[in-house]
């Protein structure tokens, strides 16, 4: 079932009146966006779902803002195409890359 369209302009400023930690937004297509959001001691980049101001649906973590923004840009660049790149941890799956090489990955259960 279809979604009626959100408008994605006005999505993004109310998200980022609400939660101050999130510092730049892209939309990804008509129904997902991507945030680099500030945490307590890093940065992540989040993807969601636009309209849903309550959760997200995946997150990267990274070192600092400027890595994850950086990121997020390369990801836009290529149509964001399977995931980001330079994330040192993934916590859903618990993936971890020491200082984001995925030559490094390994599962911290």
């Given amino acids: 079932m ?4 959100v408008d994605y302009d006005g999505f993004a400023r ?3 009146l609400d ?7 892209i939309q990804k297509n008509d129904e997902e966006y991507a ?3 500030a945490l307590m ?12 101001t309550f ?7 990274y070192e600092n803002r400027e890595k994850a923004l950086e990121a997020m840009h390369e990801w836009s660049d ?3 195409e399977g995931e980001p790149v330079g994330w040192h941890r993934h916590p859903a799956t618990g993936r971890r890359r020491v200082g984001g090489d995925p030559m490094t ?3 911290n259960p």
């Fill in 105 to 107: 990955e390994y599962i």
């Fill in 35 to 37: 945030a680099v959001k």
């Fill in 14 to 16: 109310q998200l980022m």
């Fill in 78 to 80: 290529r149509g964001f």
């Fill in 2 to 5: 279809k979604h009626a369209a």
């Fill in 41 to 52: 001691f890093h940065y992540t980049l989040i993807t969601g779902l636009i309209g849903n």
């Fill in 19 to 25: 939660d101050p930690s999130i510092k730049e937004m």
């Fill in 55 to 61: 959760s997200y649906e995946d997150r990267w973590c």
